[in-house]
């Protein structure tokens, strides 16, 4: 325990449970001897680990329920109420050495954090994700009011922390040259907990899953006739003693997405399409059916929902479960290819469930945008699309008779060995030899 005594606190102005970086970042700080408490929102369930760590302690905050009135005195009551109940859980939760607090979002997180910094004599950090200002420009005018305070104060508080992280390079030479503040680069990488699986291991998942959501069943759901043990998923069979995966199973595409306005859904609804198009004109033989995996919670999931019932699909089928923690890695590292539909706002962020999508063996085609080559390098670890019609062509070549293509079968093998490459580098590592100094 090198930093015994010591203490930090992590403001998360958001769900601790979809923040995973910033719970990286508290365990990467008790595994050091920091006593970490964590502020934030308890919308869904934090990992594990952090709820079974000793040296980590969660501070509820209490959202405010607003949905009346214009939304500009929405966002004014929000931010009192939020400036008032962030300040006083960080007065009660005790003394710490180190506050270090996630942007976005900036208002009232920054300046809060800033005061009681100021007030208690408290190592000021922060952990650059995005810029705020970016964000509510998706929304709002170029010219409006709101969007300048917001970057102004953004910029101001800042170059007011003793220290920066941020996640590519991009981020940190755009602080550099355009705010003047000086950022360490922090890159994401995948915890242990996204590794590769065995085929035992994703049968027994299967399984699991398919208690609540059939489409990970087998049809039929068989059964042994001694008893009622599954031996038959929707990818896997159980033969005796041995577990292998079916011959005649669908392709398994999975995507994360927080259904928000910086991830077009309908690019992958549109690419999608043309592959249900294409295997019902082709024959049957080239093409496996489709078992499309969508994760996440947002605004704009039962929007999208409700046009994917009204496809009536007959080869594509899509899932939208909601995972528990402890199962995302797995479902993760169960699937064929993955899809990231995420573009950043400002064009200097990398989409951490790429990172998780390599740990785990997986590999991706991503929507192009600034900054991406960073992550994705495009042929080698996965590929890089721009719209729909680049998505439905690389999900139809990479599928092409599936799973008995050798020379696609080599190609994916090539690229699981550039992400083992990647895979050698954790969190946990990366943490210690980047940013363990600066809490010293």
């Known amino acids: 325990m090198e930093a015994l005594g010591k203490a930090a606190k ?3 102005l958001g769900d601790i449970g979809r923040s995973p970086r910033m719970q990286y970042h508290a365990l990467s700080l008790a595994n050091i001897g920091f006593k970490v408490t964590i502020i934030g929102y308890l919308e869904t369930t934090p990992l594990k680990e952090i709820l079974d760590h000793s040296g980590i302690s969660i501070a509820r905050l209490n959202p405010m329920a607003l949905d009346k009135g214009p939304k500009l005195i ?4 929000k931010a009192i109420w939020q400036t008032i109940s962030l300040f006083l859980t960080l007065l009660i939760s005790g003394r710490c050495d180190y506050l270090l607090c996630q942007n976005p979002p900036a208002i009232p997180t920054l300046p809060v ?34 969007l300048k305070v917001s970057k102004v104060i953004e910029m101001y508080f800042g170059q007011s922390s003793q220290h920066n992280f941020c996640v590519t390079y991009a981020m940190k030479a755009d602080l550099l040259n355009n705010w003047d503040i000086l950022a360490t680069v922090l890159y994401d990488r995948p915890p242990k907990i996204f590794n590769p699986i065995s085929i035992e291991e994703k049968h027994k998942f299967f399984i699991k899953l398919s208690q609540q959501y059939p489409q990970f069943g087998s049809p039929g759901r068989e059964q042994l006739n001694s008893g009622d043990s599954i031996t038959k998923t929707v990818a896997t069979e159980k033969q005796g ?9 669908p392709g398994i595409l999975f995507s994360s997405t927080s259904w928000t306005q910086d991830e077009d859904f309908s690019i992958l609804m549109q690419a999608l399409q043309v592959y ?3 295997f019902s004109l082709s024959d049957h033989s080239k093409l496996p059916k489709l078992l499309c995996v969508i994760t996440g919670k947002g605004p704009m999931k039962q929007n999208y929902v409700n046009q994917i019932a009204k496809r009536n699909w007959k080869y594509v089928t899509v899932v939208t479960p909601w995972l528990e923690a402890c199962d995302y890695p797995a479902m993760v590292a169960s699937a064929d290819l993955g899809v990231c539909l995420h573009t950043s706002s400002s064009g200097l962020d990398l989409p951490m469930k790429v990172v998780d999508m390599f740990g785990a063996g997986l590999p ?7 900054c991406l080559d960073e992550l994705v390098k495009n042929g080698k670890n996965g590929y890089i699309f721009k719209n729909s019609h680049e998505l439905s062509e690389l999900i139809i070549n990479w599928f092409q008779e599936f799973p008995n293509n050798k020379v696609q079968n080599a190609k994916v093998e090539k690229m699981k060995a550039e992400l083992a490459d990647f895979q050698k580098s954790r969190w946990e590592e990366n943490w210690n030899f980047i940013a363990k100094k600066f809490f010293e």
Do not use: G
Not at 241 to 249: G, M
């Open 241 to 249: 003693d041995d577990i292998q995966l079916r011959a005649d199973r």
């Open 74 to 77: 929405q966002y004014a009551l």
């Open 113 to 146: 954090c800033r005061f009681y910094c100021l007030v208690t004599r408290t190592k000021f950090c922060i952990d650059w994700h995005n810029y705020a200002f970016s964000i509510m420009a998706m929304s709002l005018p170029p010219d409006h009011l709101l």
């Open 364 to 370: 991706v085609c991503a929507h192009d945008f600034r």
């Open 276 to 278: 249900e198009t294409t």
């Open 10 to 12: 992590i403001v998360v």
